[in-house]
């Protein structure tokens, strides 16, 4: 009966220490606001009231923030490199991934990744990576030339959008 009583009064007493404690989820709370504060700060996360991939579509956003990519740039990366299936493509980032294929008239398979960081059509605002099979180097002429090759596609488009 007594060792029963002493397992009561110890249970009393953990438990008191527990809810003593309390604030638990506010110190993790706190913790996870300070992180998203500063991955907003570092410009990695934009808007931490969105939950799902879903709330991007709604319109309820400022009017003013648009997607940072050249639209020209965007259009003839695909349209250069069309030969290249396309493994992935994010618009928000500017980056599309494409997987191995040989050009034509080529001998060699090739894969690339473009990134468009800037909306202005400039050179300083594409990067083209290209990658051999089994990690082989491409010469950075290489990649430069289908940088132009883009680029010049990209000011085909805009001249012939008519919007100079």
């Known amino acids: 009966m007594m060792m029963r009583l002493g397992k009561i009064v110890a249970l009393v007493a ?3 220490v ?3 404690c309390g604030g638990g989820d506010s110190i993790f709370a706190n913790d996870t ?3 998203t504060q500063r991955l907003q700060e570092q410009g990695i996360v934009r808007d931490a009231d969105r ?3 879903f709330d991007l579509f709604n319109n309820d956003n400022d009017p003013s923030v648009t997607v940072e990519v050249n639209s020209y740039l965007w259009q003839a990366s695909q349209e250069i490199l069309d030969f290249m299936p396309l493994e992935a493509a994010d618009p928000f980032t500017g980056i599309m991934a494409f997987g191995y294929a040989t050009p034509p008239g080529g001998s060699r398979a090739y ?3 473009v990134y468009v960081t800037d909306p202005a059509l400039e050179a ?3 990067r083209v990576a290209l990658q051999g099979r089994n990690g082989t180097a491409v010469s950075r002429a290489t990649a430069r030339q289908v ?3 883009i680029l010049t ?3 085909q488009l805009r001249v012939a959008d008519g919007r100079l």
């Open 33 to 35: 606001e300070r992180q």
């Open 111 to 113: 894969r690339a990744t």
């Open 147 to 149: 940088e132009d090759a």
């Open 124 to 126: 300083r605002s594409l």
């Open 14 to 16: 953990v438990a008191g």
């Open 18 to 20: 527990l809810a003593g």
């Open 153 to 155: 596609r990209a000011r």
């Open 51 to 53: 939950e799902t991939i």
